[in-house]
Nanobody, 125 residues
């Protein structure tokens, strides 16, 4: 099993910044691609970003490109999501997830086996 715990969410004004952290258990953390997803009330779970196990490859949803940055520190078993220039439409519960099925595309939540409990991000206008 892989256990994931998110932190860093909160309330911020539009234009502000937050950094989310996801701490993972296990000694095989570096073998997993790690993704961030978000879900607003009444909406589908939405892909945000993903990073390869080594940290060398990243992808972002169009809605966050240029504003969000994903990174990881495998020595600390932690993945981060730096969120800048936040907008009210970024308001959601943010989840980190560990990828376990390479059959699916990176932005498909079905490709992720392990999920954190989520952390709330609220951006006021």
């Amino acid at each position: 099993q892989v256990q994931l715990v998110e932190s860093g969410g909160g309330l911020v004004q539009a234009g502000g910044s937050l950094r989310l952290s996801c701490a993972a258990s296990g000694r095989t953390f570096s073998s997993y691609s790690m993704g961030w997803f978000r879900q607003a009330p009444g909406k589908e779970r939405e892909f945000v970003s993903v990073i390869s196990g080594s940290g060398g490859i990243t992808y972002y949803a169009d809605s966050v490109k240029g504003r969000f940055t994903i990174s990881r520190d495998n020595a600390k078993n932690t993945v981060y999501l730096q969120m800048n220039s936040l907008k009210p439409e970024d308001t959601a519960v943010y989840y980190c997830a560990a990828q376990g099925r390479s059959y699916y595309r990176d932005n498909d939540p079905r490709g992720y086996n392990y999920w954190g409990q989520g952390t709330q991000v609220t951006v006021s206008s």
